[in-house]
């Protein structure tokens, strides 16, 4: 069964500094990697994806992540934070279903707080 | 785009009654939408695959009888929460499948008094 590790419940860093999210998956192929992030009482945004190629992945609002299949992980990075990045941050991995789609296996998250 | 909505965006009800939660893809068409659920500061939990005209899939744990699906249509999902109880609490989030990524829909906070 697949499923997805992100150590770090909660990272703190000051605005401009750069930031890097961890993400472990376990997966028997080759997986397809999202990065989302949720604000407070809303859904889920689509930051970036991996489903193959290039193994350094750009995405929205200036987050980049890189693929390592040695290492089983799919790191999000960003250069310098704003204080508009404060939010939850969520890994998923997903497995093709039969009929089409993705099916997503989530981890914990990350909840990032910017400090000013 | 690929947008989805969820409505209502919170809902809250009294211990036994059912409450039903509307999905839609709004510029779209969805073979596959999927219900998480997710309690306060935790990750999302997959509640079930629905698939338009089957019966949906549930994962382990979730009784299909308390959470009826519904996927009558290429651009609508539905999700009722049948007798409701204080427990039932929680964020409920949609999603819909378009190729190999889901848009997900806003939420709907429910609360059962």
């Known amino acids: 069964a697949q499923s997805v590790t992100q150590p770090d419940i909660h990272i703190t860093v000051s605005e401009g500094a750069s930031l890097e999210l961890r993400c472990n998956y376990s997966?028997?192929?080759?997986?397809?990697l999202f990065w989302y992030v949720q604000s407070p009482g809303q859904g889920l945004q689509l930051l970036l994806k991996?489903?193959?190629?290039?193994?350094l992945v750009q995405g929205i609002k200036g987050f980049e992540a890189e693929f390592k299949r040695s290492q089983s992980s799919f790191n999000l990075r960003k250069p310098s934070v704003h204080w508009s990045d404060a939010a939850e941050y969520f890994c998923?991995?997903?497995?093709?279903?039969?009929?089409?789609?993705?099916?997503?296996?989530f981890g914990t998250g990350t909840q990032l707080k910017v400090e000013l | 785009g690929a947008v989805v909505s969820q409505h209502p965006s919170w809902v809250i009800c009294k211990s036994g009654t059912s409450v039903k939660i509307e999905c839609r893809s709004l510029?779209?068409?969805?073979?596959?939408m999927f219900w998480y659920r997710q309690f306060p500061k935790q990750s999302l939990m997959l509640m079930a695959t629905?698939?338009?005209?089957?019966?949906?899939?549930?994962e382990q744990g979730v009784e299909k009888d308390k959470f009826l699906i519904n996927h009558a249509s290429l651009t609508l999902s539905t999700l009722t929460v049948t007798s409701a109880h204080p427990e039932d609490s929680s964020f409920y989030i949609c999603?819909?499948?378009?190729?190999?990524?889901?848009?997900f829909g806003p939420g709907t906070r429910l609360t059962v008094l």
């Open positions: 999603s819909a499948s378009k190729y190999n990524e889901q848009f």
């Open positions: 997966y028997g192929a080759t997986p397809y």
């Open positions: 991996y489903f193959s190629g290039d193994t």
């Open positions: 998923a991995v997903g497995s093709i279903l039969t009929g089409g789609g993705n099916k997503l296996t």
């Open positions: 510029d779209f068409q969805a073979t596959t």
């Open positions: 629905s698939n338009e005209g089957s019966k949906a899939t549930y």
